[in-house]
């Protein structure tokens, strides 16, 4: 029975995640600067560390919902007493289950016991002043409990412990695999998190022998050396030696057992951080507003961690931030602000809807400026601020008609004309509405096309029957899986003139190596649309000669690597392109035009302007590692799906 409703709940996912994008992961870190007294004293628990560990996760588990995992750590336990702690889970209700087994080691207390500081900092588990959490979504297919963050070292050196989560992806595991084999170490797993883990203990092993050395030769002896080792550890040091090695985009977020803590970013600023810091708490996420709620302070009061810097807790509380590797140009993933974090930011707010308001005019275009017979919605949920956008931008094209037409007739404007005007609106509709609540027992593939054509619903009578044009729009068009089984054939139902599938990102042409779950050549609808139009055209050659210059390439050890795979779409125009994937998505018995209206890059900048990373629009990669995977997903597409049938 069991094995059946797990059968319901993953394929309810995914009909219900068929065209979303998976973000790799989500991390939070939370570290009480006093007593745990003070908090209950002061909030009425000593437990204010874990419930803002709780918030924080929660309101970022868009981020992850694959597993999730939690650390802890409790300063000044006597030798003999646990002082690391970690619970991981697996599934879409993972938090609520991590948490939950952390409070059933205190159902059976008495009140006495339970709302006593002092007694939970002695004698309970998950009482500590650092915790650590992470939400988990995986771009490397590899499933179950041992792969869920928080991963763990341990030691009966409480400084040599080490507890690690991330929200990353490099693209240079195997060459960090083979520095540290080199010198004798023997991952438990080939996964990048157990061999950063790795990697990044045996620098920790090594600082703590250095200050171990040091005052053992100023004469130090016992205990006094191992106070003196855990009073004055630098993590830079580590850091020092292992993220120069890294090539690709990350947040990594540590603790030690001595009551260390540590956060990173990439050099190139890729993956997202932002900290708040006051005489209480120190608290790090990966998205702005989660801390601006659990901690209910000011947008101006958190700061973004920066490109190749780092941010450092010291076991006695002090904290400081460092450069550890100098910043690289600014590549900030600008699928953050489009789709992945939170809209309740409140530059990501302003800038989804710039997004939308970009795209009026080729909008119009679509329509033949005819707003009188077009209806406006957009594809649930993540599109809405964006539509909002595009609504906002129409009607200020039609203010603007309305004064030149008002400027014109001023003279001899009658009642009836100025009803006209007065009557020139955005007919806005809520037209498709996504329908989370379909479940099925069958997984049979024909079935399972069948039922994904019923994702979405549709609300009759909102658009006049051959007579309106429907402009939906969507934030971005990857694989087209939903377009083609699911939304264009339902929007055809209300028989609209003309259907227009707008794109408030840009054609998706590459894949990502940083974090997004999309790796493959043959997932993008974009990719498929070039290569037909190659086909078609008789330019195949455009595509072997992009493989063999791809496969010379791929022995090249040294000096720069050429993405390749931007000579399949050079010949055409993104216009094209659009066409093409027109063909391709639409679904046969279609009686309504279709266009596809998509986001120019320039558009994209304009709107996103602190956050310039494109690579899976442009193919412009900002590290050599990923100029490089692309190639080779190239060379697998045509070894597998091209040259092979």
């Not at 000593?46 to 919902?65: S, T």
């Not at 595991?173 to 991952?187: L, M, R, S, W, Y």
Request: charged fraction near 25%; charge should be negative.
């Amino acid at each position: 029975m069991n094995i059946v409703f797990d059968k319901v709940r993953i394929f309810a996912v995914e009909i219900n995640q068929m065209e979303q994008l998976k973000h790799e992961c989500g991390v939070a870190m939370v570290r009480l600067l006093k007593p745990l007294e003070y908090y209950h004293q002061k909030y009425g628990t000593w437990m204010y560390g874990l419930n803002k560990l709780y918030l924080l996760m929660e309101k970022q588990h868009n981020r992850g919902q694959e597993g999730a995992g939690l650390a802890c750590v409790k300063l000044e336990a006597s030798p003999g007493e646990e002082y690391m702690f970690r619970e991981r889970a697996l599934g879409t209700g993972a938090i609520t289950e991590i948490f939950a087994a952390v409070h059933d080691h205190y159902k059976d207390l008495p009140p006495g016991k339970l709302n006593d500081p002092l007694f939970a900092k002695a004698n309970l588990p998950f009482a500590g002043e650092l915790y650590m959490g992470h939400l988990r979504y995986s771009t490397t297919g590899k499933s179950g409990i041992s792969y869920v963050h928080p991963f763990l070292r341990r030691n009966n050196w409480r400084a040599k412990n080490l507890a690690l989560c991330g929200n990353f992806n490099l693209t240079n595991v195997n060459d960090i695999f083979k520095e540290i084999t080199a010198i004798g170490q023997h991952p438990r797993k080939y996964a990048d998190t157990y061999i950063m883990l790795e990697q990044m203990g045996h620098r920790l092993d090594r600082e703590v022998e250095r200050l171990y050395r040091k005052y053992e030769e100023e004469g130090l002896q016992g205990m006094d050396i191992t106070h003196a080792i855990e009073g004055h550890m630098d993590l830079s040091n580590v850091l020092k030696r292992c993220v120069p090695t890294w090539d690709g985009g990350f947040v990594i977020c540590g603790l030690t057992g001595s009551g260390e803590s540590f956060s990173v970013r990439d050099p190139w600023g890729i993956r997202p951080a932002f900290y708040y810091a006051d005489d209480e708490i120190v608290v790090l996420a990966s998205e702005r507003p989660v801390i601006q709620t659990a901690m209910n302070v000011q947008a101006g009061d958190i700061k973004e961690l920066q490109r190749g810097e780092a941010m450092f807790i010291s076991k006695d509380g002090r904290f400081r931030t460092s450069q550890i590797v100098e910043p690289e140009e600014n590549k900030a993933c600008s699928f953050e602000r489009i789709y992945f974090s939170r809209g309740s930011d409140v530059d990501i707010y302003r800038e989804r809807k710039k997004l939308g308001e970009n795209l009026v005019h080729p909008i119009l275009k679509a329509v033949d400026y005819d707003i009188k017979h077009t209806v406006f919605s957009f594809i649930p949920n993540t599109a809405e601020v964006a539509y909002f956008g595009m609504q906002e931008g129409l009607n200020n094209y039609l203010n603007k008609l309305k004064k030149e037409w008002i400027a014109d007739r001023s003279h001899l404007l009658q009642e009836e004309e100025l009803d006209q005007i007065l009557s020139m609106r955005v007919r806005a509709e809520k037209v498709a509405i996504k329908d989370i609540k379909l479940r099925t027992f069958i997984a049979e593939g024909n079935s399972r096309n069948d039922l994904a054509a019923h994702v979405y619903d549709i609300t009759y009578g909102s658009i006049e029957p051959f007579v309106d044009n429907l402009v939906v729009i969507d934030d971005s068009i990857v694989r087209g899986t939903t377009l083609k089984q699911s939304i264009i054939g339902i929007l055809d139902r209300l028989h609209p003139r003309k259907i227009v599938i707008v794109s408030s990102s840009p054609q998706v042409r590459y894949p990502d190596y940083y974090g997004i779950d999309m790796s493959r050549m043959n997932e993008f609808i974009a990719f498929k649309a070039a290569v037909a139009l190659l086909k078609e055209r008789g330019m195949e050659s455009v595509i072997t000669e992009a493989y063999w210059k791809a496969k010379k390439q791929q022995a090249k050890e040294e000096g720069p690597i050429v993405n390749y795979v931007k000579e399949i779409y050079a010949p055409f125009t993104d216009e094209e392109i659009s066409a093409k994937m027109v063909d391709l998505l639409t679904p046969a018995g279609t009686r309504a035009k279709v266009e596809i209206v998509y986001q120019t890059l320039e558009g994209l900048h304009a709107s996103c302007p602190n956050h310039p990373g494109d690579w899976y629009f442009s193919g412009d990669y900002p590290t050599q590692g990923g100029a490089r995977m692309v190639n080779n997903a190239f060379i697998h597409y045509m070894e597998e799906e091209y040259l092979v049938k």
